[in-house]
Nanobody, 116 residues
Framework: QVQLVESGGGLVQAGGSLRLSCVAS????????MGWYRQAPGKQRELVATISSDGRTTKYGDSVEGRFTISRDNAKNTASLQMNSAKPEDTAVYYCRASIASSEYWGQGTQVTVSS
């Protein structure tokens, strides 16, 4: 069982930056692939970025490629999402996800609002 707690959301102006963090409980964080997803009102949840368990492989959604960076610190059980050049369309609830084999765990989400 893994519990995930996101933080760092808030209000940012367009063009600004924000850093989200996800802290995981448990001793086996290093074995989980981690990901950030987001859901805007009236829209489906979409992939933002994922990172492999060893941190060597990352993947980004088309809409954030080149602006957002996902990272992880296995010693601190933390995954992070650095958001740069924020756009109003980035406004959403951002969720952290941990996955291994057929198991997945989600955080409660953190709201990000980008003002124009």
């Amino acid at each position: 069982q893994v519990q995930l707690v996101e933080s760092g959301g808030g209000l940012v102006q367009a063009g600004g930056s924000l850093r989200l963090s996800c802290v995981a409980s448990g001793r086996f964080f290093r074995l989980y692939a981690m990901g950030w997803y987001r859901q805007a009102p009236g829209k489906q949840r979409e992939l933002v970025a994922t990172i492999s368990s060893d941190g060597r492989t990352t993947k980004y959604g088309d809409s954030v490629e080149g602006r957002f960076t996902i990272s992880r610190d296995n010693a601190k059980n933390t995954a992070s999402l650095q958001m740069n050049s924020a756009k109003p369309e980035d406004t959403a609830v951002y969720y952290c996800r941990a996955s291994i084999a057929s198991s997945e765990y989600w955080g409660q989400g953190t709201q990000v609002t980008v003002s124009s």
